[in-house]
């Protein structure tokens, strides 16, 4: 059974930064290619971003040049630092495959707060 588990969330000042992490359990991760999604309230879940199994990022261009995704496959684990945050931001971060997030993989989310 597959399982992901976001942490590193929290409230921040816009302008400030977080670190989320996601771990996989479960899976072959390391051939997985992985995304960041975040859903903010009233609004469709997006693709964030994304990093292939070979390290090939990409990014939603409204976070192009403040977020990094990367990760580390001897800990199944895929980070997102977040730099310069916006009260834009503002959502719940889950990550999953990518392209096609499985349903059945969503976890909780990591909740994300930036205030202005």
């Known amino acids: 059974q597959v399982q992901l588990v976001e942490s590193g969330g929290g409230l921040v000042q816009a302008g400030g930064s977080l670190k989320l992490s996601c771990a996989a359990s479960?899976?072959?991760?390391?051939?997985?290619?992985m995304g960041w999604y975040r859903q903010a309230p009233g609004k469709l879940r997006e693709l964030v971003a994304s990093?292939?199994?070979?390290?090939?990022?990409n990014y939603a261009d409204s976070v192009k040049g403040r977020f990094t995704i990367s990760r580390d496959n001897a800990k199944n684990t895929v980070y997102l630092q977040m730099n310069s945050l916006k009260p834009e931001d503002t959502a719940l971060y889950y990550c999953?495959?990518?392209?096609?997030?499985?349903?059945?993989?969503w976890g909780q989310g990591t909740q994300v707060t930036v205030s202005s």
């Open positions: 479960g899976m072959i991760f390391s051939i997985n290619a």
């Open positions: 990093i292939t199994s070979v390290g090939i990022t």
């Open positions: 999953n495959t990518y392209p096609l997030p499985r349903r059945n993989y």
